[in-house]
């Protein structure tokens, strides 16, 4: 069963998203907040497998509470999927390096918004194709900024980010290196500890900021975005 917190001070907003996921067998809706605070209480009262917070809230934005998410011990297994109304903003931009697992527009389809739940409940990150479009268009005139520790990965870890950063899941990762699934999440959970990035949307921020990856159009390839959520 995954355990969800939503975070939002829309009462309209939290109770469609409760009733659609209450409907599904394998998600329940734990508790909900009306304000980041209240909902970092909630966090650590029900340790939630999924927050889902809207990153523009009263007392504290959605950042913040991410970071707080992200630094708490006892949080460690709770993933949180961002809400926003714009795509990508500096708001979600800067979520993303916090160590949120998932970026999506309110205006989601239903259900990609279960596909979403779904795929950070188990540890994959999550970008609205809006969101990775932006995001990618971002680095395109960004000279990229070597990253020291980008040295420590060994050749086939350096692989699996590069293919994180294109948006594949650990299934695709093993296929396209050759590799069992179970070694292709070894390669990438080792350079996310030697990156010490919290999640693997922050692998694609340091994959495209030290140059690793370069945007299309800058000569080498993009992340994909097709139909539904990537999960880069």
Do not use: W
Not at 34 to 57: F, K, N, W, Y
């Amino acid at each position: 069963m995954i355990r969800v917190l939503l975070v939002d001070d829309q009462p309209l907003i939290r109770s469609g998203f409760r009733a659609l996921l209450d409907a599904e067998d394998d998600i329940e809706v734990v508790a909900e907040a009306s304000t980041d605070v209240e909902g970092l209480d909630q966090a650590r009262r029900h340790l939630p497998d999924i927050a889902v917070i809207d990153v523009q809230m009263p007392e504290m934005d959605g950042i913040e509470a991410t970071s707080r998410i992200a630094a708490d011990p006892l949080l460690a297994h709770t993933h949180v999927v961002i809400l926003t109304n714009y795509g990508l903003d500096e708001y979600v931009f800067h979520a993303m390096k916090a160590g949120a697992a998932g970026f999506l527009v309110k205006d989601v389809l239903p259900e990609d918004f279960l596909h979403a739940i779904r795929v950070a409940a188990r540890g994959d990150a999550l970008l609205a194709p809006s969101i990775t479009r932006k995001l990618i268009d971002r680095y395109v005139s960004v000279p990229p900024r070597p990253s020291p520790n980008l040295t420590h990965l060994t050749n086939r870890e350096r692989e699996a980010v590069t293919l994180v950063a294109r948006g594949l899941p650990n299934d695709e990762i093993a296929a396209s290196m050759v590799i069992s699934p179970l070694t292709a999440k070894t390669h990438v959970n080792r350079a996310m500890t030697k990156l010490h990035a919290c999640g693997r949307a922050q692998l694609v921020v340091i994959a495209y900021e030290s140059g690793l990856v370069v945007p299309q159009g800058s000569g080498r390839e993009q992340p994909s975005a097709p139909g539904r959520p990537s999960t880069p």
